[in-house]
């Protein structure tokens, strides 16, 4: 069964930070790029970071500086750090995994249907307020 399981929202106040895990089961996330989207309150979903196969990794400009993207294959599980939280970034957030065709190992993509329907998780809830 493919599982991707996110852990680590919490409720915290601005400038803080957090650290997201996106732990995977029932695939490897190895030859897999893996993406992090958010929904705000009110708003579409948005894909804020990915990170290719081959380790290539795309910030959204908003997050750009403050979050950084990473993954442990041995772990089988993706992260997203979190730095200088604002109250702009509460949302639930999710994390995707496609594998990677040939030749795109050092692509990703923020657009939801890049990402295998059957590897997203449920999400984790961030909130970010005084």
């Known amino acids: 069964q493919l599982q991707l399981v996110e852990s680590g929202g919490a409720l915290v106040q601005p400038g803080e930070s957090l650290r997201l895990s996106c732990a995977v089961s029932?695939?490897?996330?190895?030859?897999?790029?893996v993406g992090w989207f958010r929904r705000a309150p009110g708003k579409e979903r948005e894909g804020i970071s990915c990170?290719?196969?081959?380790?290539?990794?795309h910030y959204l400009g908003s997050v750009k500086g403050r979050f950084t993207i990473s993954r442990d294959i041995a772990k089988n599980t993706a992260y997203l750090q979190m730095n200088s939280l604002e109250p702009e970034d509460t949302a639930v957030y999710y994390c995707?995994?496609?594998?990677?065709?040939?030749?795109?190992?050092?692509?990703?993509?923020?657009?939801?249907?890049?990402?295998?329907?059957?590897?997203w998780g449920k999400g984790t809830l961030v909130t970010v307020s005084s």
């Open positions: 990170i290719s196969s081959g380790g290539v990794t």
């Open positions: 995707a995994a496609v594998r990677s065709p040939t030749g795109g190992e050092y692509e990703c993509f923020f657009e939801y249907y890049y990402y295998d329907e059957d590897k």
């Open positions: 029932g695939f490897t996330l190895d030859g897999h790029a």
